[in-house]
């Protein structure tokens, strides 16, 4: 059985100050809720102060992203051994932001995905297309070839400690989420790349997140899918009592 993950992308957004709160707000919500794993990626600035808040809670911390070099002159970047040592669990990799606006090729994250495992984060890997691609028939073949560039480095006994999340370009952050049977259909098919690289049992183990608007309204409707494990949220994930919701999908309101 998969655990349902639902992980919060603050992206950036939410100084030091501003995270507190909303911390707090969302350890008295879902701090000691045990049905789905809960994760928030805060911006680097306010990992620590998350760490402190969250311990002897249920929720984990993960980061947005991570240079794959050890250390060294690279002027502005986080290590993973960094991450790890701040007390990050997961670390989001390959978002379609840092794949468009930074330039990151599959080859980079497949990299970063190496690192982050060395140093045991369990890498959110990213993967999904554009409204053009989709319209060009050509979604399926970007998540192949994105998700294949992954599987150049990752070992079957490190898949478990891997989650895919297929996020469609076109539905972050603009209101229209893919519905639930396309946002299925993709990661069945995302599954089936897993199978056949990895084998059936490796596959049905591996979690496999939607991404692109979830809200409170249309998570029960999506995670009512067969093959959808969770959610990468972003924008609904910056009030706590919108995460939370999410978060406790399967309680009646
Ligand atoms: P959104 O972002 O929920 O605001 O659409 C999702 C994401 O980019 O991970």
């Given at each position: 059985m998969r655990k349902p993950l639902m992980a919060g992308n603050w992206k950036m957004n939410k100084t030091l100050t501003e995270s507190i709160p909303l911390i707090k707000e969302l350890i008295n919500l879902v701090g000691t809720y045990q049905d789905t794993e809960t994760v928030i990626c805060p911006p680097f600035t306010s990992l620590w102060v998350a760490r402190e808040l969250i311990q002897d809670?249920?929720?984990?911390?993960?980061?947005?992203?991570?240079?794959?070099?050890?250390?060294?002159?690279?002027?502005?970047?986080?290590?993973?051994?960094?991450?790890?040592n701040i007390g990050c669990s997961y670390v989001i990799l390959g978002h379609s932001?840092?794949?468009?606006?930074?330039?990151?090729?599959?080859?980079?994250?497949?990299?970063?995905?190496?690192?982050?495992?060395?140093?045991?984060?369990?890498?959110?890997?990213?993967?999904?297309?554009?409204?053009?691609e989709r319209e060009a028939g050509k979604a399926q073949d970007i998540v192949r070839e994105e998700t294949e560039a992954i599987f150049t480095v990752l070992k079957p006994a490190e898949v478990d400690r891997v989650v895919f999340a297929y996020e469609p370009i076109w539905a972050?952050?603009?209101?229209?989420?893919?519905?639930?049977?396309?946002?299925?259909?993709?990661?069945?098919?995302?599954?089936?790349?897993?199978?056949?690289k990895y084998g059936e049992r490796v596959a049905e183990d591996t979690r496999i997140l939607y991404g692109g608007s979830v809200n409170p309204e249309n998570i029960k409707a999506l995670m009512a899918e067969s093959d959808i494990d969770g959610a990468l949220v972003g924008g609904a994930s910056l009030q706590a009592e919108s995460f939370a919701r999410i978060v406790k999908f399967k309680e009646k309101e």
């Open positions: 809670t249920n929720i984990l911390l993960g980061a947005q992203n991570l240079y794959f070099q050890k250390e060294g002159a690279y002027t502005g970047e986080i290590s993973a051994r960094m991450l790890q932001e840092r794949r468009g606006y930074f330039q990151e090729s599959s080859a980079e994250v497949a990299q970063k995905v190496q690192e982050a495992l060395i140093f045991n984060l369990k890498p959110i890997i990213c993967v999904g297309e554009k409204l053009r972050i952050g603009t209101g229209k989420a893919a519905t639930p049977r396309d946002a299925n259909e993709m990661i069945q098919y995302l599954r089936s790349l897993l199978v056949h």
